[in-house]
């Protein structure tokens, strides 16, 4: 059975993805499954850079959950347009 927390995340990282998607001029090639995997592994990314300046992740709330989320998935496609551009 599917929990709300597992549904959170989907819901979130869509968001999050689609945001951040929207900031880096990529959501055109982008569907939305694209954005539920750059938004949750942004807000794995993103939790895990401010956890090592020691910033309390876990008890920030909604609000700041998004904000890391986000952050995360824009450094995340940030990252990716280094590649690519590169390797074309």
């Known amino acids: 059975m599917l929990s709300w927390g597992f549904i959170g995340w989907i819901v979130l990282g869509g968001i999050a993805g689609w945001i951040a998607s929207k900031i880096m001029k990529t959501d055109a090639q982008m569907g939305i499954l694209m ?16 956890s090592a300046f020691n910033v309390d992740v876990a008890g920030g709330g909604l609000i700041f959950s998004m904000l890391t ?7 995340l496609l940030w ?4 590649v690519t551009r590169r390797r074309a």
């Open 35 to 50: 954005n539920i995997i750059v938004g949750i592994v942004g807000g794995l990314l993103g939790g895990w850079i401010l």
């Open 69 to 75: 989320a986000v952050g995360g998935a824009v450094l």
């Open 79 to 82: 990252l990716v347009g280094l």
